[in-house]
């Protein structure tokens, strides 16, 4: 069974740094591009980034292009997240999602707040 | 970015008649491979999303033969043909052609 579980959400004040990470089980995580979608609260579902499993191609969407970095750990089968430079328009919830043409599996998804 | 919208943003249906969500995409979707990278997605209340339709009319496992996609270019519907209780919640379209990848609004489904 494929399993997606997100941590590392929390509250940070903006201009503040997270780091959520996503651990993958139950599947080749070697043979999938992976990605992370968001949804601020109340509001529809907006794709953030991908990385291929490699680690050789990257895709942001321009409002976090610079602020932050996808990266995967083949060996622990884990995604990961770095987020700098928070803004309170980042608030959601991020979902850590398989694929990135059409995602196959979710997460549970884990909240951040960037509050002061 | 390609746009996708969504049509009707909220839709009460009868249970046991069908219901139909359209998508537009402002850009065609017809990837250089020859797909057609168009997936339809449920969120039921409280839940993560669920993906149901992926390349305009295949459905995942588990997913009822009552849904069901069509469409191709830029204009792409998901009908339901029988609304059960169960198939109350948010669904959004999602184009996976261009980067960056880009959802619709959702559309609301409830019960009258």
């Known amino acids: 069974e494929v399993q997606l579980l997100e941590s590392g959400g929390g509250l940070v004040q903006p201009g503040g740094s997270l780091r959520l990470s996503c651990a993958a089980s139950g599947f080749s995580f070697t043979t999938y591009w992976m990605s992370w979608v968001r949804q601020a609260p109340g509001k529809g579902l907006e794709w953030v980034a991908s990385v291929k499993q490699d680690g050789s191609e990257r895709f942001y969407v321009d409002s976090v292009k610079g602020r932050f970095v996808v990266s995967s750990d083949n060996t622990k089968n884990s995604l990961y997240l770095e987020m700098n430079s928070l803004r309170a328009e980042d608030t959601a919830v991020y979902y850590c999602v398989r694929g990135y043409s059409g995602p196959s599996h979710w997460g549970q998804g884990t909240l951040v707040t960037v509050s002061s | 970015d390609v746009v996708m919208t969504q049509s009707p943003l909220s839709l009460p249906v009868t249970l046991g008649q069908p219901a139909s969500i359209s998508c537009r995409s402002s850009q065609s979707l017809v990837y250089s491979d020859g797909n057609t990278y168009l997936n339809w997605f449920l969120q039921r209340p409280g839940q993560s999303p669920r993906r149901l339709i992926y390349k305009v009319s295949n459905r995942d496992s588990g997913v009822p033969d009552r849904f069901s996609g069509s469409g191709s270019g830029s204009d792409f519907t998901l009908k339901i043909s029988r609304v059960e209780a169960e198939d109350v919640g948010v669904y959004y379209c999602?184009?996976?052609?261009?980067?960056?990848?880009?959802f619709g609004q959702g559309t609301k489904v409830e019960i009258k």
């Open positions: 999602m184009q996976g052609t261009h980067w960056p990848r880009t």
